[in-house]
């Protein structure tokens, strides 16, 4: 793509202005040439790539001249498309505009904490003309409902009335619920009760009778034309029987943990399996009919009818349809015992992760979510097995290599068998809060319910995608909703810029690489920042992921995050080796917990007493950037510190070191992957993204990384007693990621 051309304000905004006019005359009133909006652009801004009618690339990105001691020099964000130009351009910070006077109190660190700058070198912070101040310049006047009516697309598919619909709709959704009920009925699941049975059946058993409806979408299927769906489902807070089932623990179902679908996507990356996604249709009509103890069930008629049903009719539910609270249970109880027939063993550590061994090797591994599934394998014995569960169950069309799971884009490197899992369409779909540029100069007033709703709301999508495949979100959506319950006007700002943080980097993704399984190792990176929260409080974080054994060598090793996390620490500390202690003792834990999940899918099952005599020879390496945190789990005399909770800390460290026989290591700040779970800072931001572009990571030996910082230290002072610039060959750097 060449590069865009810079012009002046003045004439990028006359041409936007004259372009905008030949669609719309209206343009011209909102923007006149003397509104703030021109005054917004402030005179150090060029605007690039204008689009065109039928031009198909998007706004450019935005550039500003800078100058300081050096040369000028361009600054050049990352392309956006038109969409992210749209929300920039409603939030712009318009400094040359006229305010009045605020009467609000000076921001106190916390709150400029609370509203970062986006993430760009810190030369670059003042540059961007995308500010933290999301301010609507545009449509200061519009009610509060019609600024927020679009901040967050929660659904693909919006749901479709059961009746009412217009007549091209209607024939549609009458043929999706015929479909729905005939399902039902080749299932066993149900039955019609008409006439003087249904009278009697209301009258013996009318406290056994629940209510139900269809409900109705747009389905939207891979490779497919868009189709009505309905399912019919039952309400299930209405079964006569919640009680007796939440008492026998059939409410609870499990589903496949974040470290298990790592541990399974990096075994078939590691044995270069084929990646192979399947789902089962009505999976939950599959379980079989219900216990006699919860019978008789029967069910009004949804609202609208079945077509060709009286009105007057009953439903006996005879199987686990759609919102009996106890079906996912007896699901999951049904496909378990279908797995074990043939021939898989279920892990100990995550009940949705099963293995297939052919004399003691792994051939095989399957991962359940509900009725998704993803596996792979080699061998007779994993083609036999994945034929009966083709005869026992009735899947969709299984996509090899590429599909949808959990909520994420899994696509495998034909040549290398590296997976790599996106979320670039979900992304697509979450949308900032909008707010008026009064309103938003209002930093530290609470949010009112509806904003509160709404903060929730980007909230909750922020979170399942920084958790699944976006951990440079997390720290972010970790201080958004430590803001609660009372969140300000500032939270929602800072909310606002982790949008369009999440949407700048869309396209960044969680990379499996093939590293080989003998020596797949467990790398753990644990960092905390004291006392840069709310009240005092001090955030940690770690990230856990797979590696080569070889980058305890100092090599360079290729890299699969598995699992990572952006917390507050539970307990309040006095230090930051406290801190430190504290946030390495929870990563630990995790590590030790994916070391025992590495080596029951490798090393198969063993008993739980001897688990670490055959886990320990795993490789695990633990990271820290603390150095007296270091120096004194490296040292050999018991811990002498004052705060003796820190000590405890400590002492379970070295116990986990033990336990393990991991090895420890020390890296700068600029090496911890986990400084961007603590912080939001731009550098670590960058060198977390770099390490997952690129899929590698090297330690090096610290005691050449003192040595190297000692020289420059000493070279420092030399250039600053003798003013005498130092030959580039001298000068010794530091490998990068």
């Given at each position: ?165 217009p007549l091209d709709v209607q024939p549609l959704v009458d043929e999706a619920k015929l479909i729905e009920w005939n399902t039902i009925e080749s299932r066993h699941a149900g039955r019609i009760v ?148 043939a021939g898989f063993e279920r892990s100990r550590l995550d009940p949705c992760l099963y293995f297939l061994r052919d004399e003691g090797r792994l051939t095989g591994v399957y991962g359940v979510h ?71 100069q209002e930093r530290h007033s609470p949010l009112t319910d509806e904003e509160v709703k709404c903060l929730r709301a980007i909230n909750g999508s922020l979170n399942w995608l920084s958790s699944q ?269």
């Open positions: 793509m060449n590069s865009p051309i810079t012009v002046s304000p003045q004439v990028a905004f006359r041409q936007e202005r004259a372009a905008a006019s030949a669609t719309s005359t209206e343009a011209e009133q909102v923007l006149p040439p003397e509104s703030a909006a021109a005054n917004a652009l402030g005179s150090s801004v060029g605007v690039s790539g204008l689009r065109a009618e039928g031009v198909e690339e998007g706004y450019g990105p935005v550039r500003r001249r800078l100058s300081a001691k050096s040369s000028p020099m361009l600054l050049r964000p990352q392309g956006m498309l038109p969409d992210d130009f749209s929300d920039m351009m409603q939030e712009v910070d318009s400094r040359g505009t006229k305010r009045e006077a605020s009467t609000e109190p000076a921001e106190t660190a916390s709150s400029k904490r609370a509203a970062p700058t986006p993430d760009a070198s810190p030369e670059a912070d003042e540059s961007l003309c995308v500010q933290a101040n999301a301010v609507d310049l545009f449509s200061s006047a519009a009610s509060f409902e019609t600024l927020v009516i679009n901040h967050v697309n929660k659904r693909a598919a919006k749901e479709v009335p059961a009746t009412g619909n008409f006439g003087r049975e249904a009278e009697d059946v209301r009258k013996r058993f009318g406290h056994r009778i629940m209510g139900s409806r269809f409900v109705c979408t747009w389905k939207q299927e891979e490779d497919a034309p868009r189709r009505m769906k309905a399912r019919w489902c039952l309400q299930g807070h209405l079964d006569p029987d919640l009680r007796t089932k939440a008492l026998a623990g059939d409410l609870q179902s499990p589903t496949l943990s974040q470290v298990g679908r790592s541990m399974l996507f990096q075994i078939l990356a590691s044995n270069k399996w084929t990646l192979r996604l399947g789902d089962i249709k009505g999976a939950f009509l599959a379980s079989g009919a219900l216990p006699a103890q919860y019978k008789p069930l029967y069910a009004t008629l949804p609202q609208g009818g079945i077509p060709g049903i009286p009105s007057d009719a009953l439903i006996e539910v005879l199987g686990h349809v759609y919102g009996l609270n106890d079906a996912p249970s007896a699901w999951q109880r049904t496909l378990d015992r279908a797995l074990h027939e509900v009725d998704d599934c993803a596996t792979g394998g080699v061998g007779e014995k994993y083609e036999q097995a994945l034929e009966m569960l083709k005869g026992r169950f009735e899947f969709r069309k299984w996509r090899l290599g590429d599909g949808d799971f959990c909520g994420a884009r899994y696509r495998q490197n034909p040549q290398t068998f590296e997976i790599t899992m996106t979320q670039e369409s979900f992304v697509d779909k979450i949308r900032p809060l909008r707010m008026t540029r009064r309103r938003a495949s976006r951990p440079d979100l997390a720290t972010q959506v970790s201080f958004s909703q430590q803001s609660f319950p009372k969140p300000t006007v500032n939270d929602a700002l800072a909310a606002n810029n982790a949008v369009r943080r999440a949407r700048q980097h869309r396209q960044l993704s969680i990379t499996f690489r093939s590293i080989p399984l003998p020596g797949l190792a467990v790398l753990c990176h644990s960092d905390a920042a004291y006392a840069n929260g709310r009240d005092g409080a001090t955030q940690a974080g770690y990230v856990i992921g797979f590696t080569d054994r070889s980058v305890d060598e100092d090599k360079v090793t290729a890299w699969s995050p598995a699992f990572w996390k952006s917390y507050r620490l539970p307990r309040v500390v006095s230090s930051t080796l406290s801190a430190e202690a504290q946030a390495l003792a929870t990563a630990s834990g995790m590590a030790e917990w994916t070391l025992l999940l590495l080596s029951e899918a490798i090393d198969g099952p063993c008993h739980l007493r001897s688990f670490w005599s055959v886990a320990a020879k795993r490789k695990s390496v633990f990271v820290t950037d603390c150095k007296s945190l270091f120096d004194h789990l490296m040292s050999r005399s018991a811990p002498t510190l004052d705060e003796k909770r820190t000590a405890l800390d400590i002492v379970i460290l070295r116990e986990s070191l033990q336990k393990t026989q991991g090895s420890l290591r020390w890296v700068p700040t600029d090496r911890m992957l986990a400084d961007a779970m603590t912080k939001e800072s731009a550098d670590a931001l960058d060198m977390l993204r770099a390490c997952l572009r690129e899929g590698s990571y090297q330690i090096s030996d610290e005691s050449t990384i003192l040595r190297w910082r000692s020289d420059e230290k000493e070279r420092r002072k030399l250039l600053s007693q003798s003013k005498v610039s130092t030959p580039a060959d001298d000068v010794h750097c530091e490998p990068s990621c």
